[in-house]
């Protein structure tokens, strides 16, 4: 599941290593833009810009779309509702088995969109708390700190407070830092985590790469 197609989130696809190998089987949505998906995909994948196209990947690949709305898909529920962000139609999902879920909301914009809410990072949002109610695990765009996000509010992103606070308000058991500045250092990095980090729900995390999250295998467990 794409949230939207600028290049950060995109560039990745043909070196996906679950994806890039002769017997695997992928199958990508996207937000639904009423043009061909593997036509949008060509705009930056395909000759001379890349050697191939999305449709020559190894393995087994299905380009589709997807709209807003509740939809079965591979055995999991998924709910799609469109969230505020710069420069092209974006998605946050909500993904859930019946036992575990999680919500993602990459590229999350709501202080640029909406005006700055009851602190200044943007509203808690009907459709942003709708997509985190009692999650598991809220995936959250935190690019920026609340100092910061006024000198970039119209750069399509949030602040890592907001995420925490968001997170907090849907009653979401963890929150997960993700989608830092580049110019972040890890260092930079960790100090933001432990500075809104605090004991009870939720429970906050910094993204790191090559981390695996355990999901709950029933109702006592924890993200």
Same mark, same amino acid.
């Given at each position: 599941?794409?949230?939207?197609?600028?290049?950060?989130?995109?560039?990745?696809?043909?070196?996906f290593?679950?994806g890039?190998?002769?017997d695997?089987?992928?199958?990508?949505?996207?937000?639904?833009?009423?043009v061909d998906?593997v036509?949008?995909?060509?705009?930056?994948?395909?000759?001379?810009?890349?050697?191939?196209?999305p449709?020559?990947?190894?393995?087994?690949?299905?380009?589709?779309?997807?709209?807003?709305?509740v939809?079965?898909?591979?055995? *999991?529920?998924?709910? =799609?509702? %469109?969230?505020?962000?710069?420069? $092209? &139609?974006t998605?946050?999902? /909500?993904?859930?088995?019946?036992?575990?879920?999680?919500?993602?909301?990459?590229?999350?914009g709501?202080?640029?969109?909406?005006?700055?809410?009851?602190?200044?990072?943007?509203?808690?949002?009907?459709?942003a708390?709708?997509?985190?109610?009692?999650?598991?695990?809220?995936?959250?765009?935190?690019?920026?700190?609340?100092?910061?996000?006024?000198?970039?509010?119209? *750069?399509?992103?949030? =602040?890592? %407070?907001?995420?925490v606070?968001? $997170? &907090?308000?849907?009653?979401? /058991?963890?929150?997960?830092?993700?989608?830092?500045?580049?110019d972040?250092?890890?260092?930079?990095?960790?100090?933001?985590?432990?500075?809104?980090?605090?004991?009870?729900?939720?429970?906050?995390?910094?993204?790191?790469?090559?981390?695996?999250?355990?999901?709950?295998?029933?109702?006592?467990?924890?993200?």
């Open positions: 599941l794409l949230g939207h197609l600028h290049w950060d989130h995109t560039y990745g696809l043909p070196f290593r679950g890039d190998r002769p695997a089987v992928t199958r990508l949505l996207l937000p639904e833009q009423h998906p036509e949008l995909l060509r705009r930056f994948m395909g000759p001379p810009a890349f050697p191939i196209e449709d020559l990947l190894r393995g087994n690949w299905t380009f589709g779309a997807i709209d807003e709305g939809h079965s898909i591979e055995g *999991f529920e998924v709910l =799609a509702r %469109e969230i505020p962000h710069k420069g $092209g &139609r998605f946050g999902y /909500r993904i859930s088995d019946g036992v575990g879920s999680i919500a993602y909301l990459s590229d999350h709501p202080a640029g969109a909406m005006g700055p809410g009851p602190d200044g990072s943007g509203p808690y949002h009907e459709t708390l709708e997509l985190c109610d009692r999650v598991d695990v809220v995936i959250h765009d935190a690019q920026y700190t609340a100092d910061e996000l006024p000198d970039r509010i119209d *750069f399509g992103h949030s =602040a890592a %407070e907001y995420a606070e968001l $997170g &907090r308000r849907s009653a979401a /058991r963890s929150v997960l830092l993700f989608h830092h500045d580049p972040r250092t890890d260092d930079e990095v960790d100090a933001l985590e432990r500075r809104l980090g605090s004991p009870g729900t939720p429970n906050v995390v910094a993204a790191r790469e090559g981390d695996t999250i355990h999901l709950p295998d029933s109702g006592e467990g924890h993200a």
